[in-house]
């Protein structure tokens, strides 16, 4: 696929491979469709920075305030602070790159992102300290140690949609025996993941969250439901991601990261989505014109449905903060 080529995900699984046919986690053909192709519509709800994740939130914030304390909290937490080398995973449109070059006296912040459009874009920005690559995680091969790893909301891109959790767990060790080898002895690392509740994607969807009792018949249509526009949001929005458990994620870091810190935000989440649907309900119109009125009632759609989800705790937001051993 030529950089910059914008296309809709045409359904068709295209899973990228590395050395040996080792799995790389979600396509390229996948990521363009969520980043590039829906990213026209997204530009126009995430705000000046262009932040596509989930913020940190107090009262009387605004989406762009929420934004800004979110990456301040993951440079802190990983104490990448005055440090020499940084990685963003995930790095998105470069606004964690800028900020820590910027306000956080990072000498040199390097960013992976899988998203043509969207690295050219923080290439064009000029930041100085900043290097942007279109690479996969599973290809990086640094210059020199890192002081700090952060990798935010992308660790759903790195086990596809693959159903099995030992398969999800071998995957997400791939990628901390990696961060483990990038990073200096004593080097932090700092997560932001949606997760499933602890009981696993599917009962998730299907049982009713803790506290909520419902008769038998309403829980079956509730659980149908949700796998239903689970299936839909998947296919339309996000294809090829799987969100983790917070019991994976420790399970695949166990003996190569000592865990600091864990932290459950699910109202960062809710915040974060009605600010967003708010912005796209405005600009549909204007959305449509980009990528036509059906994607944006897709997202839309898939944003009011991850809003139940998060209210009802079927998933959660998690924040990690992970000391190299």
Known sequence: MESGTKTAYNGTRATDRG???????????????QYDYLGDFYQL??????????????DGDTLEKAQLRKLDHHAEAARATGAARVLDVGCGYGSLLQRLVEDHGVKHAVG????????????????????????????????????????????EHFAGNTLWRSKRVARYRQFFERSHAWLRPGGRMSIQANA?????????????PAGHRRPGAAALYDGARNVWEGWQASRKVYPETCLPTLSELNEASSGLFRLIETRRDPQDGVATVTAWTQRAEANRQRGAGLIGAKAVSDVISEQRTALRFLREGRFTLIRLVLERL
Request: with cysteine; glycine share 6%; net charge negative.
């Open 45 to 58: 709800l995430l705000g000046e920075r262009l932040v596509y994740s989930y913020g940190m939130w107090e």
């Open 112 to 155: 992976l992102n899988m998203s043509p459009t969207q690295t050219a874009w923080a290439r064009d920005q000029n930041w100085p300290g900043c290097e942007v690559r279109v690479e996969n995680w599973f290809d990086h091969r640094p210059e020199a140690p890192y002081d700090a790893i952060i990798a935010i909301e992308a660790v």
């Open 19 to 33: 050395a040996k046919g080792a799995y790389k986690g979600t396509s390229t053909r996948a990521i363009v469709h």
């Open 196 to 208: 499933w509740d602890d009981r696993g994607w599917l009962p998730s969807l299907v049982l009713p």
